[in-house]
């Protein structure tokens, strides 16, 4: 007796074996027809390995061709699940290497070299090639070093955070302890670089060092065990302070042809010896012998870099209010974020061109930053748009990383062509 797979519906095939009534003797001993959901892999001798049955060939011609009802689709092909899988890899891996995000660490160096070529008219080339390296070398740390504290609250479980190192990694204590090891590999790379750099710097200012360690210290407590400050939702005042006024200024000093060096180094002495002690002493011996131009451009460096980290709060609040972080959006909202958002974008040209009618800034640089006031419009009507749907809202900090980016590209120039204007040349 020869066996058919029966169908519910016409047409289509079920997984069940029925006898045949009326089979020519050389007909096959089974006719089968395949579930569509059946593994690509099964075959013909597999389904015979679970039935028992034995197979022989079809009576029917080669030529021979079934009548409409009878014909059976195609199979379709299997979409191949290993190129989407291998390439949703490859997006999560750039998501968590944060290639853009790298910006936040050069940018203050190529500011701050912007300020000393108009100031003083010449660059040392090597030594700002050099912060450039450290600088990326340590922003490297700080994103490893948070995705691996992260781990150890949940704030970046998984499911919350997919771009995780960690959790591309596996997840758990073993991918936590390697990337805090690379982590801190990057760190003391970077920090024996800026050494390095700072001790090439004339004049022995010690202001440089001292200044972009308390940048890496404000690093550190911002997601670091026991401090976390983040959680208490202080990250932006440390990030503004590190890289604004810490970190530009920093590479200011460390980037001073030989003679304002040592000016800036005596100055700085005499001012802490003036003032007699106590923070005021503190104060005058770090501004002393840095002009205007620098704290102006410091402060816009850190407003720009500041508004990256408040935009990449805005798709994690439930995974920050999961793990009791309290971020400003937590604080906020994402309603009163996006208007606080829109204030500060416009404070930051306002700033730029108060900052040039007080004669703290040339007026080339502060009319260049108005060539980023697109990229700040796109930055706020995305949020405008998208600021209630997580999913949606994600992307928001690469419009603030665009923004930075061009705001501090577009500084540079004008501090560049402020220079070559007033002096006819270099």
Known sequence: MALRRASAYPGQASGRLLPLQSVPGNASSLVVELQPNMKPESSDAAVAADTG????PSAEPATSTPAPSEQQ???????????????????????AIKPPMYSVGFMPVLVAAAAVFFVHGCLPWGRVGGLVTAAILVIAWLNLSNDGFDSLTGVDAAGAKPESVVNLLGGGA????????????????????LGRCIAAAPGGDPRPAGLLAFSIVC?????????????????????????????????YLALQ?????AAAAAAAEAAAAGAGGGFAAAAAALAAGVPPVVGACALLVGA?????????????????????KRSPLVR?????????????????????????????LPWPAAAATLLAAPAARAMVAFADENHTVPVKVAPLKRFAVKWHVLFGLCLCAGLAAARVLATGGV
């Open 53 to 56: 049955a034995v197979l022989a």
């Open 174 to 193: 073993a991918g936590r302890t390697a990337v805090l090891l690379v982590a801190k590999a990057a760190l003391a790379a970077g920090v024996l670089l």
């Open 304 to 324: 720009t870099t500041t508004a990256i980290l408040f935009c990449s709060h805005f798709h994690q609040i439930a995974g920050d209010i999961a793990a009791g």
């Open 73 to 95: 689709p195609e199979a379709p092909s299997q979409p191949s699940v290993a190129a989407p899988f291998e390439t949703d890899k490859k997006k999560l891996w750039m998501a």
């Open 219 to 251: 690093g550190y407590v911002y997601q670091g065990p026991p401090f976390r400050l983040s959680y208490k939702g202080l990250g932006e005042p440390l990030c503004f302070a590190a890289f604004g006024p810490s970190a530009t200024t920093a590479f």
């Open 257 to 261: 042809p030989d003679g304002a060096a």
């Open 332 to 360: 906020l909202g994402t309603e009163r974020a996006r208007r606080v958002l829109r204030a500060a974008a416009v404070a930051t040209h306002a700033g730029a061109l108060a900052a040039a009618a007080a004669g703290a």
